[in-house]
């Protein structure tokens, strides 16, 4: 048998060798943008047959050209071409069983067959509990049942890490989930957030409906006192995430949990930061026209100065140039992508999740180009 120059040893952790070959045309292809440079093995050799110059690899990998040896090496870590598990964590009103949720559970089955997909709960039930629970409820303690939840799933556990989709509020609980659990729980790879108040908001939603009790319930919770009291901060979901920069001591002393897991507060924790960074892809997806996120630049980690109108990106926040929680870091090894679609809050089209989930979901031996990408805008 001839073997071409990039004949490699694998060992594998159940000491199986393996022998992958890889035509050298295949090789010097460099990966296009839609399949990010997985290069799958062409001829997986298995025990059985084995040739006998297994330990001899015609060519060391060190002394191939640069190039080459990338490659090569990219192909040896991408072992594993199981699609990575996707836990989906939906936004305010919505709940764990909602027909849309397990739509875009299906498209990302579709995108990459055989995913595992797990739709978030913050109080273990779906349906009218789950949905109160998006209004009502103290987020360190959802986060903290969701971290257990998470860890007890006997898939998600035994996954190399998972891949996640934050819809709103959804969005920046999972930045939570990746900064505040511990090891033991499901490591994330790629977190996208579709519309998320990554930095707050300064006006609450209205309810689409006055019929809609559980939504005019929680309007009427905040009328009854101030957002900065412990009674709203531990009850009302999204006060929680209440961030007015014109109230700004207020909002540091008494948020409950964004000036926390942002880091914002003197005492910083260097865990957040740690985990944060050790993302492999940060997503946020902005919608351009969105009127029911204010200001919908939250979404990016923007400041905005409601009174003056003017827009602070995240590289020219002390959040980022002093990283308080990891997200220079980040952006330094290429994980941090800002992207934007056409449209109002949550409307999104097939095409530009089926992109996305191609993109940055998929096999766990995936591996990422490090550069920003753009849908759109
Ligand atoms: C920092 O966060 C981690 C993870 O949530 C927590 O275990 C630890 O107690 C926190 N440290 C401080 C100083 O608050
Ligand atoms: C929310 O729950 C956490 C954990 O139980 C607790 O430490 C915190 O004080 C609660 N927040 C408020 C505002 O009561
Ligand atoms: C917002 O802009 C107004 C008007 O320019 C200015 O007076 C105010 O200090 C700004 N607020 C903050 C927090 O920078």
Same mark, same amino acid.
């Given at each position: ?75 040896? /870590?991408?072992? /594993? /071409? ?296």
């Amino acid at each position: 048998m001839r073997l071409s120059p990039v004949s490699v040893l694998l060992s594998l952790p159940a000491l199986i060798y393996s022998f992958v070959i890889f035509p050298e045309a295949e090789v010097f292809q460099i990966p296009n943008e839609r399949h990010t440079g997985t290069l799958a093995p062409k001829v997986a050799i298995t025990p059985e047959n084995i040739p006998e110059t297994i330990s001899e690899p015609l060519v060391e990998i060190t002394r191939l050209s640069p190039k080459y040896t990338r490659l090569a090496k990219q192909a040896l /870590d991408a072992p /594993d /071409d199981n699609p990575l598990p996707v836990v989906i964590w939906h936004g305010l009103g919505d709940s764990a069983d909602a027909k849309g949720l397990k739509e875009i559970a299906s498209l990302v089955d579709e995108i990459h067959p055989g995913t595992y997909t797990y739709l978030i709960s913050a109080v273990g039930a779906a349906g009218s509990a789950d949905r109160q629970a998006s209004f009502f409820g103290n987020v360190t303690q959802q986060l903290d049942y969701v971290c257990h939840a998470l860890a007890k799933d006997n898939i998600l556990r035994t996954a190399p890490a998972i891949d996640a989709i934050g819809f709103s509020q959804g969005g920046q609980f999972l930045r939570g989930y990746v900064e505040r659990c511990g090891s033991w729980a499901p490591k994330v790879r790629s977190l996208v957030t579709f519309g998320s108040q990554h930095n707050g908001i300064v006006e609450f939603q209205k309810c689409a409906s006055t019929t809609d009790w559980i939504c005019q319930g929680a309007n009427a919770l905040l009328k009854s006192s101030t957002v900065w009291s412990d009674f709203v901060q531990s009850r009302l979901v999204p006060a929680q995430y209440y961030r007015d920069t014109n109230d700004y001591e207020n909002y540091l002393e008494h948020s409950n949990f964004l000036a926390d897991i942002n880091n914002e507060r003197k005492e910083k924790n260097a865990t957040y930061a740690k985990n944060l960074a050790a993302l492999e892809k940060f997503v946020m997806v902005v919608f351009d026209e969105d009127k029911t996120v204010i200001p919908k630049e939250s979404g990016w980690f923007a400041e905005v100065n409601v009174t003056s109108n003017s827009v602070t990106k995240l590289r020219d926040r002390p959040i980022y140039q002093e990283d308080w929680i990891g997200l220079k870091k980040l952006d330094e090894k290429g994980g941090l992508d800002f992207l934007g679609v056409h449209g109002e809050h949550m409307h999104l089209l097939d095409s530009d999740l089926k992109a996305l989930f191609e993109k940055y979901f998929g096999p766990a031996g995936k591996k990422f180009v490090p550069q920003q990408w753009k849908l759109e805008l």
